[in-house]
């Protein structure tokens, strides 16, 4: 008998050399990858530009009534772990690892729009998030704390909910996701409006990727 890890690894090689025989899918792969590429060399030049602007502090009511706690630790534990479990998960699915790949681009275009229309303050009681991989090789000489609306953390998280199938894998996301919204609220990293509506733009880009991909 074959053992279920065995049977995932065999259908990863073969759905990968299927996929890999589809020019179509060949031409989509290598234009969403030069996509991402050229968000991750804009974003940080824009990121600079928002933290450098003056944006409107809201009266967060939930905020005033929570002492601020530093998390970041748990916050990106947490974070990380989805990530790797949400893409191992789907790894032997090329299509579902390119609508994954495709629906985080479109993610980040919403929030760089977003961004570029609601300029925020952060909250006084802020507690700075430190992320130990990203500030290390892409903000080390700028501390980000304007990226406000929408939170970013939060829509990759509900990204990732959407993208893997299964309900065990979706119960274990989606508390994760809830984990997370909750303790960047208690480190006063967003206002309540900004984890709230995350999800909304995470299903956005998800559709959204759902539509531009054609039906392989």
């Not at 804009?42 to 990121?47: G, T, Y």
């Not at 980000?144 to 829509?155: M, Q």
């Amino acid at each position: 008998m074959i053992s279920k890890p065995l049977r995932k690894r065999e259908m990863l090689v073969v759905n990968w050399r299927i996929a890999f025989r589809d020019l179509r899918f060949i031409r989509y792969l290598i234009v969403i990858s030069i996509l991402l590429m050229a968000l991750v060399v804009i974003i940080p030049i824009f990121f600079r530009y928002i933290q450098a602007r003056q944006g409107m502090q809201l009266n967060d009511l939930l905020l005033q009534w929570i002492p601020p706690l530093n998390l970041s630790i748990f916050i990106f534990a947490v974070i990380y772990s989805v990530a790797v479990f949400s893409i191992y998960y789907i790894s032997h699915l090329p299509i579902r690892i390119l609508r994954l790949m495709l629906s985080y681009a479109l993610l980040l275009i919403l929030r760089i729009t977003t961004l570029t229309f609601i300029s925020l303050e952060p909250h006084p009681m802020l507690v700075p998030l430190k992320d130990p991989l990203v500030d290390r090789f892409f903000y080390s000489e700028i501390n980000v704390t304007k990226d406000l609306f929408f939170s970013g953390h939060v829509s990759t998280l509900f990204l990732f909910f959407l993208i893997v199938h299964g309900r065990k894998a979706k119960r274990f996301i989606l508390i994760a996701t809830i984990l997370v919204a909750a303790s960047l609220l208690l480190q006063h990293v967003h206002y309540t409006i900004d984890v709230i509506a995350a999800p909304i733009f995470a299903f956005l880009a998800y559709r959204l990727a759902g539509i531009f991909l054609p039906k392989f």
